[in-house]
């Protein structure tokens, strides 16, 4: 049997469902729709794959810590490459296929967006498989989605003849259309959402990238020459990595090739690509609204209600979307949720670290969270999971105090060792090197404290590191 080769695409930043998606922590890790993340959503939809022989997850650098984890927790292994920047999808599938052509020659590749919401499985699965039958024929394959309604922040698929029982040959990729021109497109039949998911041989879309984008495919040969391995991830040269023409699949070979075309998938699916679309596909009350965490509404409907911290009380609203952080908060129309990616350009210009960092910050070892922050001091609760360790580090600019609150830990101050367990705590003086570690089988959960003229990550010397970081 031929191996089949998922690729997840998890470079998006979700900026249109800020101030919960941001660069640094993007929709895709977190959970939006259901109790695991996106990701792992569509990690654990792999497991019905037939077939399937290897994952190789493309991801941002960034955000390779918390890649590595969620894949942990689904028990799924895999191949990791990071984007020293996001170049688009076109690269992204470049490089995966140059990297799976090594291993499996004649693979068949399943690419899929780690942020995309399919409820129902066994149809996908049976599409798929409609999907491998084309690929065999070495033709490339996209999965259009059935219509349920005239959306125009979708492009669209408009089908040509069928190829036996399994799909068809596509006629034209048609850009996001104005509502009438949907509506249109509906009634004549014919016309599918295009999902940006994909089938074909590694060798097949190498060759494609050849005819049609031979300067996309050479510098994304030269980018994998340079690759190495670090820990369980692939890098590549940045300087290299800049050189890459950045351009989606569509424009680059899909709208090109004539060798394209498309299986159906007839059950539900969204991009979630913003807080209406969210809305639309989540669970409601009586009320149409959908309410998230510590949230009290009265009076209020068809309205998206989310806090993840503070109690967010609503009355006599309709159509909103209000949705509450620790450090912000968005109120918007739910009919112009698209324009929040206009509203994070605007704050992006007054507050950058509002729209690209986020409260909740991974490593290897763990997370932290910052819970309060002045000029002189800061406090985090640090996790760290069981087994793992810290930097052996030091600071130039600040004293810490770490206050023990579940677990037990193992701190190297200087040239001692201290075990200390729940309610302990221990004092590291400016320019002391030192190690936190947790040697249970538990997290172990800390409180600490900064104080200093300089209260930033940076201010980090390691000289010993686990995770091979300078």
């Not at 996001?86 to 291993?103: H, M, W, Y």
């Not at 209000?322 to 698209?338: N, Y």
């Amino acid at each position: 049997m031929v191996p089949v080769v998922a690729v997840i695409l998890s470079g998006g930043s979700g900026t249109r469902l800020w101030p919960l998606s941001r660069k640094a922590y993007p929709k895709q890790f977190l959970s939006l729709y259901g109790k695991e993340t996106m990701f792992q959503q569509t990690l654990e939809r792999l497991k019905g794959v037939e077939g399937l022989s290897d994952v190789v997850v493309v991801a941002n650098e960034e955000h390779r810590f918390i890649v590595a984890e969620q894949m942990r927790q689904c028990g799924i292994k895999g191949r990791i490459l990071l984007e020293p920047f996001g170049k688009n999808t076109a690269p992204a599938i470049a490089l995966a296929s140059l990297d799976i052509v090594k291993r499996y020659p004649d693979a068949h590749m399943l690419v899929l967006s780690s942020d995309h919401a399919i409820e129902t499985v066994e149809p996908f699965m049976e599409a798929i498989k409609s999907a491998k039958r084309l690929s065999d024929d070495d033709l490339l394959v996209t999965f259009g989605v059935t219509p349920s309604s005239p959306e125009t922040g979708y492009g669209y698929i408009r089908t040509a003849d069928a190829i036996g029982i399994h799909g068809y040959k596509v006629g034209a990729f048609i850009e996001k259309p104005r509502k009438e021109v949907a509506i249109q497109m509906l009634e004549q039949g014919g016309h599918y959402w295009n999902s940006g998911m994909f089938m074909f041989k590694a060798s097949v879309i190498l060759n494609e990238l050849k005819q049609y984008r031979l300067d996309i495919y050479k510098a994304c040969e030269s980018a994998v020459l340079s690759e190495q391995q670090d820990l369980d991830f692939i890098r590549f040269d940045a300087q290299k990595f800049e050189l890459i023409p950045a351009e989606s699949i569509d424009y680059a070979i899909m709208e090109h090739s004539k060798n394209v075309s498309m299986v159906p998938y007839s059950g539900m699916w969204s991009d979630v690509g913003s807080w209406d679309a969210l809305w639309n596909i989540s669970p409601r009350d009586e009320s149409g609204n959908v309410l998230i965490g510590n949230v009290v509404a009265l009076d209020t409907h068809n309205s998206y209600i989310r806090s993840t911290s503070k109690r967010v009380a609503v009355s006599g609203v309709e159509g909103l979307i209000v949705v509450a952080t620790d450090d912000a908060v968005l109120v918007a129309d739910k009919s112009q949720s698209q324009q929040v990616k206009d509203l994070v350009s605007a704050l992006r210009v007054c507050d950058p670290n509002i729209v690209d960092k986020h409260q909740e910050v991974h490593r290897p070892w763990g997370f932290y969270t910052t819970l309060d922050k002045a000029d002189r001091f800061q406090v985090k609760r640090i996790v760290v999971n069981p087994g793992e360790k810290l930097s052996f580090q030091m600071h130039y600019h600040r004293a810490e105090h770490w206050i023990i609150v579940q677990g037990t830990a193992s701190v190297l101050l200087g040239d001692e060792n201290h075990i200390l367990s729940e309610n302990q705590s221990i004092h590291i003086p400016l320019g002391m090197k030192h190690s936190l570690q947790n040697p249970g089988k538990i997290p172990l959960e800390v409180i600490e404290v900064q104080s200093g003229t300089y209260l930033e990550e940076d201010d980090i010397v390691r000289y010993q590191d686990e995770y091979g970081r300078a």
